[in-house]
């Protein structure tokens, strides 16, 4: 035994890839899922920041985020949709803190995204990773792995976990709902447009320096050294930043599900006491009516009372009939029985017994 840690396999998801990394620190593990969604996230945050060292910071402040949440479900379930939605926001933070520095710096006329060298305006593609960003997983993930970063419908659809029919579907569907996201944000959001629009991101992977970067940047985190040389500053300031944000994301989810639960908790208590009236409980005078049985005809069962009249005793579908205590039907009351009969005042038996005579087994 060499000590070192077991190897994800090659074909690992991305969910057993960070599994790995947070419960081994796997290098080679958190390496992979840089190379595989490095490219896609670099993209986001250059749509907002350009092509400069600002993207680079902010591209490496999402995978390091990544590496503090590895052991959070929501990272784990849908990796590639968790990365872009965490992109979206650190460019985002990182924009408006470099607005105000420009601001400051009375630099106003020159302001955010200056630097973005694309053919299309930035509010396109500011629109397209809002958008996205504001999608369901079920058709968000689809479009980041096969429009962002290339995936072929074959490989989508074994990620995801549904047939390739399946996956065209969802992409259609998820296109259209993108364009209605887009168009709100008051983007073009035509077919073509969007398809221009797909085509700039994530033309080239991470590189080789960028990927060595951020998987020492996550493996210091994971030795206690996130405040060391081993990260930037700029790196650790927007990581606190998505923290902070993905913390109040959830805080903000347990303060609606808590208001719910008191909401509902406020109309059990007084639901019935605002809408519903007092209902009196009926009282019911059961009888236990012993004898012989005489004639069973109609739903009608004649009894010879041991003591007193005789008396006759409707009884229904629902009356439980047992002969000898086993259960019988109505064939099997025949005159000359011993019976036990179990009545509620105005309503048919609630049970008949019948026994062999001289049994002694009823009441």
């Known amino acids: 035994m060499n000590g070192q840690a077991p190897q994800p396999p090659v074909d690992a998801t991305d969910a057993e890839l960070l599994a790995a990394f947070a419960h081994t620190r796997s290098e080679v593990a958190f390496s992979e899922l840089v190379r595989r969604h490095g490219g ?23 995978f390091l985020t990544l590496a503090q949440k590895a052991r959070d479900a929501r990272a784990q379930h849908h990796t590639v949709g ?37 053919e299309h305006e930035p509010i396109q593609l500011d629109a397209l990773h809002a958008g996205l960003a504001a999608l369901p997983d079920a058709y968000r993930v689809p479009l980041i792995l096969h429009h962002l970063e290339g995936r072929t419908h074959e490989d989508v659809a074994a990620q995801v976990g549904c047939s390739v029919n399946a996956l065209g579907v969802r992409l259609h569907r998820g296109r259209a709902l993108l364009r209605k996201q887009m168009e709100r944000r008051g983007a073009e959001a035509s077919p073509t447009a969007l398809l221009g ?26 030795q206690g050294q996130l405040a060391s040389s081993a990260v930037a500053t700029p790196v650790r300031v927007l990581v606190g930043s998505a923290r902070r944000r993905l913390l109040w994301a959830k805080l903000k989810w347990l303060t609606v599900a808590g208001a719910l639960l008191l909401a509902g908790g406020l109309i059990w208590t007084f639901l019935p006491r605002t809408h519903k009236q007092p ?57 000359g029985l011993d019976a036990a009969v179990y009545t509620v005042t105005g309503g048919p038996a609630q049970k008949i017994l019948a026994y062999t005579p001289g049994s002694q087994r009823h009441p």
């Open 279 to 335: 209902v009196a409980t009926p009282t019911f005078n059961l009888t236990v009516v012993t004898g012989q049985i005489t004639r069973v005809s109609n739903r009608l069962l004649s009894l010879q009372r041991n003591t007193g009249a005789p008396v006759e005793i409707s009884f229904d579908a629902a009356t439980e009939l047992r002969f000898n205590d086993a259960p019988c039907t109505v064939a099997q009351l025949q005159p």
């Open 40 to 62: 896609m996230v670099l993209s986001v945050c250059r749509s907002t920041l350009g092509n400069s060292t600002e993207a680079q910071d902010a591209a490496q402040a999402v």
């Open 197 to 222: 629009l797909w085509l700039l991101p994530s033309e080239a992977g991470a590189s080789s320096q960028f990927i060595a970067t951020v998987t020492k940047s996550a493996l210091a985190w994971a």
């Open 82 to 118: 968790w990365l872009h939605r965490v992109a979206w926001h650190i460019a985002n933070r990182a924009a408006q803190s470099r607005t105000a520095r420009r601001r400051h710096e009375a630099e106003a006329a020159r302001m955010r995204r200056e630097t973005v060298v694309r």
